[in-house]
């Protein structure tokens, strides 16, 4: 297993698609942050510091895109046919893609948490911010790679069922933007659950009744990318190809 | 392919089959795709596997290859299916239709990829590359391969474990008259290091030239399998004859048992004889005094023995 996840992964790094989604996701969390630290005169408290730091948990919807990109992308270019000519034993094949994804999210969110910190961090402190305890800042940095890491499984999941790179991302999309904070504004109790909801208490941001605390939300994210990931093998093991 | 040869082509003596296809039936809803099919290629030669387009070639080498499952019957490599290969690249080598690759993503990266998922040094990537001649355009993306590269491509890809098989589906697709050489050369190179070859191909000419055996199959089903001398000279070509005096040597031909003798399309003084030998027209024109000006046979193309046996039919896939 070891093996073929190693081959995922360079296989999501010869591509432009990993890169260009990087650093995109790289771009956004900084120009955010750079803007507002430059505009902001003062972050007098900590949980304002937080909160700006917690953008980078933004790039938890890059990955979520990357992931639908790379699993229906199997599809698209026929890659399908010789990754399980390499691996007949569909279910390892698809698990093997999925953990792959996640690691390589997870990737992506530590490094843009360490860059943003490494920008951020130093230029907070010249500005006299309350800056927060070494445990909370960890809780954000951390918080967000693993959102960026389980979101990212969760768009493999969801590609290689859907097997339509256009569908898959434009469904990613509709679900995070329309149904589910439709769905969480007529149904009481449900906003803690969606992608959304999961996510800003994944980073720690928010605190309270109405938001799960980081290690259960990460552990709700992970049921629902591992259900995809099931489903998606489930599929691909009895589909022809 | 120097690596091994010896040493597979004393193996493939103590495994009879290598590939076989057995009682294999695959539906797609109403449609039969591959209709009770059974064959098997054997190793050290070259297997062709031909049909009309949309007969089933395809279907049946993907259900060898584990990636449709057959409605019915049984595909086996080296006794099981391929979903049960424990290192299948070692085994069987494959070259599909359609698109296969990433077009973003290089050549040497994407055969890295596949060594990568087999657990093969990375040094077989260089060694296949310079096989398929590719090793000037590795670094390049595939989307700009012309699709001779991209089929080069993919036998350097089905070549990377070291196989004792090769499954080819049309790997002559793409290739210009030099690169269909140079596949015959490859293929017969396979074979005569101990692989088991099989070949699927409309491009029946160059088939002719390629393989050993011919399995050809027409709306899914069997109709001919054997040698190719088996093949072409089991459907029976008329004997030509030319003479002046067409109408006396038609009846006196006519008057034999069995024979027929039409006027040919050749041109005025021409008959094609079904039903008789060379030396039967021969030696009914000289009893009856009647010259001949000229006698033979064509030999079968197995271009005409294909068509004569699917019905003629190339429509559709």
């Avoid at chain 2, 590719?134 to 590269?149: E, H, P, Q």
Wanted: overall charge neutral; some cysteine.
């Amino acid at each position: 297993m070891t093996r073929l996840v190693g081959a995922e992964l360079l296989k999501l790094r010869t591509t432009r698609t990993f890169w260009a989604l990087s650093g995109s996701a790289l771009a956004l969390v900084l120009l955010i942050v750079v803007l507002t630290v430059a505009i902001e005169d003062a972050f007098g408290a900590e949980h304002d510091v937080i909160e700006l730091l917690s953008t980078v948990g933004l790039c938890g919807l890059l990955t979520l895109v990357l992931g639908a990109v790379v699993g229906a992308g199997e599809y698209r270019h026929g890659t399908i046919a010789w990754m399980l000519l390499v691996t007949p034993q569909r279910l390892r094949a698809v698990g093997a893609q999925v953990l792959a994804c996640a690691l390589g999210g997870l990737a992506i969110g530590l490094g843009i948490g360490l860059i943003t910190a490494a920008i951020a961090l130093p230029w907070l402190a010249a500005k006299d911010a309350a800056m927060p305890a070494a445990g909370d800042l960890l809780q954000v940095f951390l918080g967000s790679a693993v959102y960026a890491g389980l979101a990212a499984a969760f768009g493999v999941g969801l590609g290689a069922l859907l097997r339509n790179q256009v569908a898959a991302v434009v469904i990613v999309l509709v679900l995070i933007l329309v149904v589910e904070p439709t769905l969480a504004a007529l149904i009481d109790g449900y906003g803690p659950f969606t992608l959304t909801g999961l996510g800003t208490a994944m980073t720690g941001v928010e605190e309270g009744s109405d938001v799960l605390a980081p290690g259960t939300a990460a552990l709700v994210w992970a049921l629902y990318a591992t259900v995809l990931a099931v489903l998606a093998a489930i599929r691909t093991a009895r589909r022809d190809i | 392919m120097p690596r091994g040869g010896e040493a597979r082509a004393g193996r493939a003596a103590s495994v009879p089959w290598v590939l076989e296809v057995r009682d294999l039936t695959k539906r797609f809803g109403l449609n039969v795709a591959v209709d009770g099919l059974s064959f098997k290629a054997s190793p050290g030669r070259v297997l062709g596997f031909l049909g009309p387009n949309g007969a089933g070639k395809t279907t049946t080498l993907r259900t060898l290859l584990g990636l449709t499952l057959p409605t019915s019957g049984t595909a086996m490599v080296d006794s099981r299916p391929y979903r049960e290969l424990e290192d299948p690249v070692k085994v069987v080598g494959a070259v599909l239709e359609g698109p296969q690759f990433h077009p973003g993503r290089t050549g040497r990266n994407h055969l890295r990829v596949q060594a990568a998922a087999a657990g093969l040094p990375a040094t077989r990537v260089d060694e296949m590359l310079r096989l398929v001649e590719l090793n000037g355009a590795g670094n390049r993306r595939v989307k700009g391969y012309s699709l001779g590269m991209r089929q080069r491509l993919s036998l350097a890809g089905a070549l990377l474990g070291d196989p004792r098989a090769l499954v080819l589906d049309e790997p002559a697709n793409g290739l210009d008259p030099q690169g269909i050489r140079w596949l015959r050369d490859f293929l017969r190179a396979q074979a005569r290091d101990g692989r088991t070859v099989l070949v699927s191909s409309h491009v029946l000419a160059e088939m002719a030239q390629t393989v050993d055996e011919v399995v050809v199959i027409s709306r899914g089903k069997l109709v001919a399998q054997g040698s190719l001398d088996e093949l072409t000279h089991g459907v029976e070509a008329p004997v030509w004859v030319r003479s002046p005096e067409p109408e006396r040597l038609r009846a006196a031909l006519a008057a034999r048992e069995n024979v027929q003798a039409e006027p040919g399309e050749a041109g005025a003084g021409w008959l094609a004889v079904r039903g008789a030998s060379l030396e039967d027209v021969g030696t009914t024109a000289a009893e009856n005094g009647i010259p001949v000006f000229e006698l033979y046979r064509p030999r079968q193309s197995l271009e005409s023995v294909f068509l004569e046996l699917t019905g003629g039919t190339e429509a559709g896939r």
